[in-house]
């Protein structure tokens, strides 16, 4: 019987998205709010849907908020996790992919025409890999849809109310000058998702920064926001299906700067 595989490789946080190149082990069924887009390089990735529909494929986009897992690891692949509120997640959500896995692996297809090296991945490589990925599918040029100006207000303040500051619906309300419900309206047409799982994605990125900085747990845990670090570990397995230790002891940071993504 073949050897499971474990997550062993590289990441690196960029402007509105995270990526990871290397050995892909399995997962316990999650999901999170940002698209995912995969791209392995050798043996099929075997997804499991919330059907527990089995697919197998190269390549696949997985929607925000989709529950799935991965059944068994392939040897190397490059994972992008893409917020939907960035120009390219507003194309990425154009496509209307399915909940099913075979929906997934069939929008991820022109995926396939982008070549992967066979060996590391420099970190000058990550955002031309990045932008070749997102430009099969959603083209070079993407249009982002009309944003309430309160929304644009709030999307620039909500990163540094993350680690201390009161991030509830109402006390966000107040800052940009909406009603509660106002607000959670014109967040959800104008961003595409709900507040809620918005913030928690913020939450989620910082503590990942937090990890690439050398934080420990537990700061972590507090620099982004969370109640202490077994809040935090929880939230890792329910939202990428791994404990943050997995990711601690098998991937490392890469913190070289990166240009933007216009």
């Known amino acids: 019987m073949p050897r499971e595989k ?3 490789g590289h990441a690196m946080v960029g402007p509105r998205w995270l990526a990871y190149w290397g050995t892909i082990g399995p997962t316990q069924e999650h999901a999170h709010h940002a698209f995912q887009l995969i791209r392995a390089t050798e043996e099929p990735l075997p997804l499991v849907d919330a059907q527990g529909c089995r697919t197998e494929g190269q390549v696949a986009v997985i929607p925000p908020d ?6 068994r690891g392939t040897a190397r692949a490059l994972l992008v996790f893409v917020d939907p509120d960035d120009r390219r997640g507003r194309g990425l959500r154009r496509l209307e992919v399915g909940e099913s896995s075979a929906a997934w692996i069939q929008t991820g297809t022109p995926l396939l025409r982008v070549p992967l090296p066979t060996e590391s ?3 000058e490589d990550w955002t031309r890999l990045v932008e070749a990925l997102l430009a099969q599918l959603v083209g070079e040029e993407t249009s982002p849809g009309p944003v309430h100006p309160a929304i644009k207000r709030l999307i620039e303040l909500l990163p540094s109310r ?3 500051g009161d991030v509830s619906q109402s006390a966000l309300a107040r800052e940009v000058g909406l009603s509660a419900s106002r607000l959670g309206h014109l967040f959800s047409t104008s961003v595409g998702i709900p507040l809620r799982p918005y ?7 910082r503590a990942t920064e937090a990890f690439q900085g050398g934080a420990t747990l537990t700061q972590a845990a507090h620099v982004a926001g969370f109640t ?3 809040h935090l570990s929880n939230t890792f397995h329910r939202m990428f ?3 943050p230790s997995e990711i601690a002891r098998g991937i490392g940071w890469v913190s070289e700067p990166l240009a933007p993504i216009k």
């Open 121 to 123: 991945v420099r970190a």
């Open 66 to 71: 989709t529950p799935h897992r991965i059944e």
């Open 6 to 8: 474990r997550w062993l």
């Open 241 to 243: 299906g791994l404990a």
């Open 228 to 230: 202490d670090s077994s």
């Open 199 to 205: 913030i928690l994605w913020l939450r989620l990125r």
């Open 162 to 164: 993350i680690e201390a």
